[in-house]
């Protein structure tokens, strides 16, 4: 994967124009094939069949009631949430269910660096990655976020529906409907209206940012990585010694056969 900075991440707009032109303004869709494999199939699959030694899961729906079963408030008492077993999440999941699985940015590297790079222009964020099984899965109501959001599409295909409208208001007009597909990139800025439908199997991530104190563009703040109080993330390798001591070749293992593994009268 190419390395990550803010320059690739928006690319092809560039940094000034994003600034300038859209954030916190108005949406900005991005068309391209980059970071689509971001997360995958398989590391959603790797990651449910943890469960239950995963945290944070979320169910959107769960009891067709428009009702959110979340697992650390099940777990803390929070919410009088049923205890669902790994098959009973599963029997959601084949229902149709969407999942949402919070703060996930340590799953991978990539997703580390990426916050890494936002973090210099935003305040602290989290990736959140939103699974839907098939097309139609529920998910939420048109709403508008309290922070910028950049939504990473890497599986399927997601349909949107951005409005004009900012919070207080309520959604009455609709700017653009837009279908992204896997390596698109959406930003939409604090507050803005949008709604999401399903056509087939999809996952995206959310990467969200609360905007730094004070920011804007005539005192604009960047936070060097040093400055940044987010653990990096570490390459838990083994230790490998170097004096590694030369072993004897198999004599199988020769490219010429040894004339004593064979007959030689033959």
Known sequence: MDN??????????????????????????????????????????TYMNRFPANKSLQILDYDGKDGKWCLDKMRNGQLKLPKLSKQDVFNLWKKGKTFVIPFLEYEKKELVDICFEFEKYFGRGQANVYVSPGANSKSYP??????????????????????????????????????????DLLYIPKGQYHEVTTSEPRILISIHFANKEGQSLEKFKITSVSDNKRDKWYDWK??????????????????NWSKPYFNQSK
């Open 238 to 255: 083994p230790f490998i010694k170097n004096n590694k001591q030369a072993t004897t070749e198999r004599l199988m293992n020769k490219k």
């Open 4 to 45: 990550i900075n803010i320059e690739n991440l928006l690319d092809p707009i560039s940094v000034k124009v994003f600034f300038k032109d859209y954030w916190g303004k108005k949406h900005l869709v991005i068309r391209r094939n980059k970071y689509k494999g971001l997360y995958t199939w398989s590391d959603f699959n």
């Open 142 to 183: 048109a709403h508008g976020d309290s922070t910028e959001n950049f939504l990473f599409h890497t599986e399927g295909k997601t349909n949107w529906t951005l409005y004009k409208e900012f919070k207080p208001d309520q959604p009455k007009t609709v700017l653009e409907k837009v279908t992204l597909e896997p390596g």
